[in-house]
């Protein structure tokens, strides 16, 4: 499989795959995470250990203990404050951040304008990553691509535009190291092109009338941004326009953190912990 | 008129005010310009006094003269490096950028997701506002605002989330500034509010699931972005999945100018050269 058309394909693969994860949900208190643990629970892919404490710190805890001694293979924050969740995952009994690892938010969303799923980072955890963040961001988005069964994604490095700027905007210099560094083989299979800006990305037809040639050819299958506003930006426009559907989590740890906000519907808490179970422990 | 639906109502209103605007059309070469300057001028708001040169720098001073002798209103680019043309605005005898002021662009989009006509800037120009310049960003935005007959208009300073945090993101704490200078009258009639998102900024059930108060109520006419990455993916995003119509135009000279590129339609040229001649001569 090369493409993935939406969150059903998600779910239908986890379930042919016989792929159940054992998931340490922190303070399922809010409507929105009991309905979606229980949705996700019914069609079999996650076999949830609810961690429940009047003290959410000692339950955040627990589910990284837990995550430690390899009890559970994922961790979803249910009514905790995010600060409580993450000081635990970075900090509590040595964390569950690998050496080097960082934490970087991984989102992907699902709209009628894009023939398949769009995975994109960072649009909520790092301001500005620096190049070596952003070298481990794309090999984090490989794997994850790579683990829903993409098998060669596509993944772009965004700009305003496709010229390599090293005066106003040295990040561009670095996507040119990360292309170089893809084409040997670093990241596994992948193309990774870049820089080339939001349309270039995902319109071949938009490479056409500038006169590109990119071998994503107008293809992504994931966007890398420079900045967290411009991955908010891209995030919060195609829900509030587009009516994307959604999934997010947080790669870098030891085992993938579904980590949605209060605010977001069961339905995205759900898509969550489907993306997150397809990832699995691959970072470890 | 407190809002305008699109681009039509924007022609009827210039017809209607009866506005002709005198536009210097620096080498109307390609098919796109000569098409939207025929059609601004059969409307009648626009009177075009071509420059054609096989020396395109000789035909943007020629334009740049006109202007500062008061002889054109608006500049329009057709077939010329937008480089040339920007340094004879800059430089070509004193120039038409009043002490202090800078060049940023502005853009305005229709789309049918959205209510009304959206403003946003800096898509194209200002990599990294400073604080000074987003400061002139605003007044440029309220100016054009009030051109265009939006009595009070509502402008929202773009951010990831609607948090003021100095540490990681030191304008969002100018952006609390800007917003006591507009309470201050100091850019005339209008409210600004941020940081706010994207969301927040243009929905009001955002708002109100977030449980944020904010004057703008989710019905911002103009975004100011913090940096050009956000503003660009911003403008790509509609322009692709939602098929949004543009406009756009340089504001910070004596005169307007129309600097849309190459790949640009005949549609686009010709809102813009109305956008711009709604606006006319305001900053100087």
Do not use: W
Not at 88 to 108: E, F, Q, S, V, W
């Amino acid at each position: 499989m090369n493409t993935i058309k939406d969150f059903n394909e998600v779910v239908d693969r986890l379930k042919a795959a016989g792929i159940c994860r054992r998931v340490a949900v922190v303070s399922p208190r809010d409507k929105a995470t009991i309905k979606a643990v229980r949705q996700a629970a019914q069609e079999g892919f996650i076999d949830p250990v609810t961690l429940d404490d009047d003290n959410p710190k000692l339950a955040a805890e627990k589910a990284v203990s837990l995550a430690q001694n390899g009890e559970v293979d994922m961790i979803m924050k249910g009514l905790v404050p995010s600060e409580i969740l993450l000081k635990a995952i970075i900090r509590y009994k040595g964390g569950l951040l690998p050496d080097g690892n960082m934490l970087t938010h991984t989102a992907c969303a699902s709209f009628s304008e894009y023939h398949k799923l769009l995975f994109y980072t960072d649009a909520a955890v790092i301001p500005f990553p620096t190049h070596e963040q952003r070298v481990r961001q794309v090999g984090y988005m490989v794997a994850l691509c790579h683990a829903m069964g993409i098998e060669e994604p596509r993944i772009s490095l965004i700009h305003c535009s496709e010229e390599v700027d090293e005066r106003h905007f040295p990040y561009t210099a670095g996507y040119r190291e990360i292309v170089q560094m893809a084409k040997q083989g670093q990241f596994g299979k992948c193309v990774v092109d870049g820089p080339l800006d939001l349309k270039t990305s995902c319109s071949a037809e938009s490479l056409k009338v500038k006169g590109i040639v990119s071998p994503i050819n107008g293809e992504a299958d994931a966007l890398i941004f420079p900045n967290i506003e411009s991955g908010n930006v891209f995030h919060k426009t195609i829900t509030l326009f587009n009516g994307a559907k959604l999934a997010s989590l947080l790669q870098g740890a030891r085992v993938p953190v579904v980590m949605t906000s209060r605010a977001d519907a069961p339905e995205t808490k759900y898509y969550s912990l489907a993306i997150a179970a397809a990832l699995g422990t691959v970072n470890e």
